[in-house]
Structures are given as structure tokens and as C-alpha cells.
């Protein structure tokens, strides 16, 4: 079974950082693009930033300059290092992967659980 894991999240003050991580696990042959969704209370789901399996990177406007998405191809790993946090940062964050998996060749887009950042003002 294929499986995103996310982790880092927590309570933060505006202004603080914190440091998301999301590593995937099971019948893997390779994963494409990696990206970091985010969803606060009554809004839509909305894409944070994303990173091709070449180090291509994506950011919403919102985030520029303020969050990092980067990965380790030989750890199945992404990461969001987020600084300069506003309380408006504050949803779920979701970890998003296109990969290839082992079983038939299939393409498959996989979803982590989430993870909650608070922003505290």
C-alpha cells in the first residue's frame, strides 16, 4: 500500500516558523511532481507550492519569498520550511504526489492525511 505521512505541524506565533515534512512509502517505482496543499475552515483547497522530480518549484503568490518546498528523491521526502507565518497561513496542510507505482506501472495521485499549522496572532 502507498501512503503520504506528513508531519510538523503545530501551534506557531505569527511570525515564528515551522517546518512540514511528508515522506511517501509502499510500492513506489518513481514519483513525479511533489507539492503542499493547504484548506482552512469553510475555504477551498488551494495549492501552496509544488517541485518536479528535477527540483522545479511552484509557489502560490501568497507564500513567495516567505516558504521553501524542497525534497530528498532518495528519501520518497518533501518538505515546506514556512517562515514569516500570518495568521492567515493557518489551515490542514497536504502533501500531494504524482507517482508510478511498482504494481502494473499505474500512475497514481496519492493524498496525505493532513497536517494542522495554527498561527496564533
Known amino acids: 500500500q502507498v501512503q503520504l505521512v506528513e508531519s510538523g505541524g503545530g501551534l506557531v506565533q505569527a511570525g515564528g516558523s515551522l517546518r512540514l515534512s511528508c515522506a511517501a512509502s509502499?510500492?513506489?517505482?518513481?514519483?513525479?511532481?511533489m507539492g503542499w496543499y493547504r484548506q482552512a475552515p469553510g475555504k477551498q483547497r488551494e495549492l501552496v507550492a509544488t517541485i518536479t522530480s528535477g527540483g522545479n518549484t511552484n509557489y502560490a503568490d501568497s507564500v513567495k519569498d516567505r516558504f521553501t518546498i524542497s525534497r530528498d528523491n532518495a528519501k520518497n521526502t518533501v518538505y515546506l520550511q514556512m517562515n514569516s507565518l500570518k495568521p492567515e497561513d493557518a489551515a490542514v496542510y497536504y502533501c500531494n504526489a504524482g507517482m508510478v507505482l511498482t504494481t502494473g506501472g499505474a500512475y497514481s495521485t496519492i493524498w496525505g492525511q493532513g497536517t494542522l499549522v495554527t498561527v496564533s496572532s
Open positions: 509502499g510500492s513506489i517505482l518513481s514519483i513525479n511532481a
